[in-house]
């Protein structure tokens, strides 16, 4: 629960407050000695926090502060001076809240004064602390639910996915699922850096007392990867996955020449991916126009057997899904003509991503946390929109349209970093290797 | 020794000094230094922007603020020796493209999430109801409390003219001619690149340490970096479809998706994620 309470006419505590109210437009001010506010619960057993954003009727010098004891019944959860526009944060004890359905609040505010006193306006309301917000929110979003392991960071079941961006993004998006907090974990470990240096930016202990460990192969040196199964603790499961690889959709791609780092400007290179027909034009001094036409008349004229190149990805997918644990060349397969799979030839679209996610969770360890269709409607809520990594490669024409690709189109921009480029922007851009700011 | 172009803004100057650091006539010239007025503290003004920062500062290019002078501004005036010219330039903003900005109580609890608040989704938030009727909700809560947008236009303009008056580029005039047409906005104070590109220009036109060819130079490498730039779109938060009806917004789109981190959203999309307080990917 994460409820915003709005005070005043245009707010949503209609029948909230009580006596002592004087009640405006976006706010209400409590008036005279005591004001009385009943806020709604859920009637859960969990830990609350509340907060007021408020304001006090201040006329320096006369009137400097106001004074405001917050009860729930006999139980006090707050005394405050206030000076100033701010946010009072009021943890309520769970003896209070546990079952109940509602809290009703009593608000003693002793310093209350008239403006008309202070200030030559027609106000007689005795006018003490002004009221904008209120918000209910989870103390700690699972609490009740945490076994001790939680006090070192680590849920009690977790284990780390241990290799490059593909790893990351996917203990990123398992780490959002609130049915699995604080009950199942899975952390990154960056396999590009020394096992030590990784290993520091997790919870002590992560390591000794994981009880799954993914690594993604080809990421990071042989040496680490031995180095982390090295270090996996008996019973703990090891398991490895592909981070999958297209040709295929980019049957253009081709080392350029020009790709060189530029120290402060572009890493690994200005345009990373390179295109041979495209670098073949570097230099050809034409109208866009032209260009574009130059390139598209090579790009028609050369030879492509994209049926056999797909065939190639797909023993490969195949070769990779035979040995690790995650299998999805028959997914690829499926899906390719009717979704995103790949963003660029080594970067997964976000059905790649789900399906790798989904690929992961589905473990005897997380059924018992969560039922594959609670984890699978917060992946539709959580992937809603999603994109991808905003390192995008333009498909060509012929290859979209020989797949049959329904999520292309010939106008389309694709995103590099804060970049959009059509493909004739980016086929431009490439031959030209116009400089861009990332 | 190098040379350096402060930046005092906030964090259009990240865009000012990012464009700076990428033009080629600039390289081995000048490098682009930005002190953010809207996050510097007084640690930073005593660690990070003492003496050797400001010591190759040939240049500041100040970003204006209506109303006193802050103690930061005075930190900065403190540091500017005599002879280094400034050029002083308005902020971006608007708030009649989001008329609901307001009170969220959620915002100061979880101020990165949703960090643009909306009175109106908040006070829907209450309510258990399916997607459809929250959305129809927002959409008669909002239609029912719309308000005067043309005065809310009038008031953005009175303060642009006002930032204009104390600065050396003037915005005001640009932005209202412009705004309809051509997006500017993504929230009431993140731009697009062609508002970074117009800020840019008429500052490099008016920097006089740069020689004019240099000058002339920098303006055409800015629209070549930022021709297929989107700006600072990272978070974008739609505009409603009455809104851009009464402002007459040419360029909206009602079927366009708005960048939110990784995502693209549709108005509908973004309004009961936020609504929802729902978390996302980054």
């Given at each position: 629960?994460?409820?915003?309470?709005?005070?005043?006419?245009?707010?949503?505590?209609?029948?909230?407050?009580?006596?002592?109210?004087?009640?405006?437009?976006?706010?209400?001010?409590?008036?005279?000695?005591?004001?009385?506010?009943?806020?709604?619960?859920?009637?859960?057993?969990?830990?609350?926090?509340?907060?007021?954003?408020?304001?006090?009727?201040?006329?320096?010098?006369?009137?400097?502060?106001?004074?405001?004891?917050?009860?729930?019944?006999?139980?006090?959860?707050?005394?405050?001076?206030?000076?100033?526009?701010?946010?009072?944060?009021?943890?309520?004890?769970?003896?209070?809240?546990?079952?109940?359905?509602?809290?009703?609040?009593?608000?003693?505010?002793?310093?209350?004064?008239?403006?008309?006193?202070?200030?030559?306006?027609?106000?007689?309301?005795?006018?003490?602390?002004?009221?904008?917000?209120?918000?209910?929110?989870?103390?700690?979003?699972?609490?009740?639910?945490?076994?001790?392991?939680?006090?070192?960071?680590?849920?009690?079941?977790?284990?780390?996915?241990?290799?490059?961006?593909?790893?990351?993004?996917?203990?990123?998006?398992?780490?959002?699922?609130?049915?699995?907090?604080?009950?199942?974990?899975?952390?990154?470990?960056?396999?590009?850096?020394?096992?030590?240096?990784?290993?520091?930016?997790?919870?002590?202990?992560?390591?000794?007392?994981?009880?799954?460990?993914?690594?993604?192969?080809?990421?990071?040196?042989?040496?680490?990867?031995?180095?982390?199964?090295?270090?996996?603790?008996?019973?703990?499961?090891?398991?490895?996955?592909?981070?999958?690889?297209?040709?295929?959709?980019?049957?253009?791609?081709?080392?350029?020449?020009?790709?060189?780092?530029?120290?402060?400007?572009?890493?690994?290179?200005?345009?990373?991916?390179?295109?041979?027909?495209?670098?073949?034009?570097?230099?050809?001094?034409?109208?866009?126009?032209?260009?574009?036409?130059?390139?598209?008349?090579?790009?028609?004229?050369?030879?492509?057997?994209?049926?056999?190149?797909?065939?190639?990805?797909?023993?490969?997918?195949?070769?990779?899904?035979?040995?690790?644990?995650?299998?999805?060349?028959?997914?690829?397969?499926?899906?390719?003509?009717?979704?995103?799979?790949?963003?660029?030839?080594?970067?997964?679209?976000?059905?790649?991503?789900?399906?790798?996610?989904?690929?992961?969770?589905?473990?005897?360890?997380?059924?018992?946390?969560?039922?594959?269709?609670?984890?699978?409607?917060?992946?539709?809520?959580?992937?809603?929109?999603?994109?991808?990594?905003?390192?995008?490669?333009?498909?060509?024409?012929?290859?979209?349209?020989?797949?049959?690709?329904?999520?292309?189109?010939?106008?389309?921009?694709?995103?590099?970093?804060?970049?959009?480029?059509?493909?004739?922007?980016?086929?431009?851009?490439?031959?030209?290797?116009?400089?861009?700011?990332? | 020794?190098?040379?350096s172009v402060l930046i005092y803004a906030n964090c259009q100057g990240e865009e000012l000094q990012k464009t700076g650091q990428f033009m080629q006539c600039m390289a081995g010239r000048l490098d682009f230094k930005?002190?953010?007025?809207h996050l510097v503290t007084e640690e930073d003004w005593a660690k990070k922007y003492g003496g050797d920062f400001m010591a190759d500062v040939v240049t500041v290019w100040e970003q204006v603020e209506t109303g006193?002078?802050?103690?930061?501004?005075?930190?900065?005036?403190?540091?500017?020796?005599?002879?280094?010219?400034?050029?002083?330039?308005?902020?971006?903003?608007?708030?009649?493209?989001?008329?609901?900005?307001?009170?969220?109580?959620?915002?100061?609890?979880?101020?990165?999430?949703?960090?643009?608040?909306?009175?109106?989704?908040?006070?829907?938030?209450?309510?258990?109801?399916?997607?459809?009727?929250?959305?129809?909700?927002?959409?008669?809560?909002?239609?029912?409390?719309?308000?005067?947008?043309?005065?809310?236009?009038?008031?953005?303009?009175?303060?642009?003219?006002?930032?204009?008056?104390?600065?050396?580029?003037?915005?005001a005039d640009w932005v209202e001619e412009t705004f309809r047409s051509v997006k500017l906005f993504y929230t009431s104070g993140h731009v697009t690149a062609t508002a970074v590109a117009f800020l840019m220009k008429?500052?490099?036109?008016?920097?006089?340490?740069?020689?004019?060819?240099?000058?002339?130079?920098?303006?055409?490498?800015?629209?070549?970096?930022?021709?297929?730039?989107?700006?600072?779109?990272?978070?974008?938060?739609?505009?409603?479809?009455?809104?851009?009806?009464?402002?007459?917004?040419?360029?909206?789109?009602?079927?366009?998706?708005?960048?939110?981190?990784?995502?693209?959203?549709?108005?509908?999309?973004?309004?009961?994620?936020?609504?929802?307080?729902?978390?996302?990917?980054?």
């Amino acid at each position: 629960m994460d409820a915003a309470y709005i005070f005043g006419t245009s707010g949503n505590l209609p029948t909230a407050l009580g006596a002592g109210w004087s009640v405006e437009d976006v706010f209400a001010w409590a008036i005279g000695a005591e004001s009385e506010l009943t806020l709604p619960l859920p009637g859960d057993g969990r830990a609350y926090v509340l907060r007021f954003d408020i304001h006090p009727a201040i006329y320096p010098p006369k009137v400097q502060h106001q004074r405001l004891v917050i009860r729930a019944g006999k139980t006090a959860l707050g005394s405050f001076e206030i000076t100033t526009r701010e946010t009072l944060v009021i943890p309520l004890p769970v003896k209070l809240t546990s079952g109940a359905e509602r809290l009703e609040l009593t608000l003693i505010h002793p310093d209350a004064t008239r403006p008309r006193d202070h200030l030559p306006v027609d106000d007689s309301r005795r006018l003490a602390v002004c009221f904008h917000s209120a918000n209910l929110a989870q103390a700690d979003a699972d609490g009740p639910r945490l076994s001790s392991a939680f006090a070192t960071g680590l849920e009690p079941v977790h284990g780390i996915i241990a290799g490059g961006g593909v790893a990351m993004r996917l203990c990123q998006v398992i780490g959002k699922l609130q049915c699995l907090k604080g009950r199942f974990g899975m952390r990154f470990l960056d396999l590009s850096q020394g096992m030590d240096k990784a290993a520091a930016s997790l919870p002590p202990e992560t390591l000794d007392t994981m009880q799954v460990c993914w690594m993604e192969l080809n990421a990071g040196t042989p040496g680490a990867r031995e180095s982390l199964r090295f270090r996996a603790p008996a019973g703990c499961s090891v398991r490895t996955f592909p981070a999958p690889m297209i040709r295929s959709l980019w049957p253009f791609l081709g080392p350029d020449g020009r790709a060189v780092p530029e120290p402060g400007r572009y890493h690994p290179s200005r345009y990373p991916y390179g295109d041979r027909l495209a670098q073949a034009l570097t230099g050809t001094n034409m109208p866009d126009d032209v260009l574009y036409l130059m390139y598209e008349m090579s790009a028609e004229q050369e030879p492509l057997e994209l049926d056999e190149m797909f065939a190639s990805d797909l023993r490969r997918w195949r070769a990779e899904g035979k040995k690790p644990n995650m299998a999805l060349a028959d997914f690829i397969e499926r899906h390719i003509s009717s979704s995103r799979v790949f963003v660029a030839p080594d970067r997964e679209g976000p059905v790649l991503l789900r399906e790798m996610v989904e690929q992961v969770l589905d473990d005897g360890l997380v059924r018992d946390v969560a039922g594959p269709e609670v984890v699978a409607a917060e992946l539709d809520g959580l992937l809603e929109g999603y994109i991808g990594v905003p390192e995008q490669v333009p498909v060509h024409e012929r290859v979209a349209s020989h797949f049959n690709l329904a999520w292309w189109k010939p106008d389309m921009k694709y995103r590099w970093a804060n970049n959009q480029r059509t493909h004739r922007d980016y086929i431009l851009d490439t031959i030209r290797w116009a400089q861009w700011r990332p | 020794m190098s040379h350096s172009v402060l930046i005092y803004a906030n964090c259009q100057g990240e865009e000012l000094q990012k464009t700076g650091q990428f033009m080629q006539c600039m390289a081995g010239r000048l490098d682009f230094k930005w002190i953010p007025l809207h996050l510097v503290t007084e640690e930073d003004w005593a660690k990070k922007y003492g003496g050797d920062f400001m010591a190759d500062v040939v240049t500041v290019w100040e970003q204006v603020e209506t109303g006193g002078v802050s103690p930061n501004r005075a930190a900065l005036h403190d540091r500017i020796p005599k002879h280094v010219p400034i050029v002083r330039f308005p902020p971006f903003s608007a708030t009649c493209l989001w008329p609901f900005a307001g009170n969220d109580p959620r915002v100061a609890r979880d101020p990165d999430r949703y960090p643009w608040p909306d009175s109106i989704a908040a006070v829907v938030s209450t309510e258990t109801l399916s997607d459809d009727e929250l959305f129809e909700k927002y959409l008669r809560v909002t239609t029912e409390r719309m308000p005067d947008l043309d005065r809310r236009l009038r008031l953005d303009v009175a303060r642009w003219k006002a930032a204009d008056a104390i600065a050396d580029v003037a915005l005001a005039d640009w932005v209202e001619e412009t705004f309809r047409s051509v997006k500017l906005f993504y929230t009431s104070g993140h731009v697009t690149a062609t508002a970074v590109a117009f800020l840019m220009k008429q500052i490099l036109s008016r920097c006089s340490i740069l020689s004019p060819a240099l000058a002339r130079a920098a303006i055409g490498e800015v629209d070549i970096l930022l021709r297929r730039h989107t700006g600072q779109d990272f978070e974008c938060v739609p505009i409603h479809p009455m809104v851009a009806g009464r402002l007459n917004l040419r360029f909206f789109d009602p079927n366009a998706t708005y960048r939110w981190h990784a995502h693209d959203w549709t108005f509908r999309e973004y309004i009961l994620h936020y609504i929802r307080w729902a978390d996302y990917l980054k």
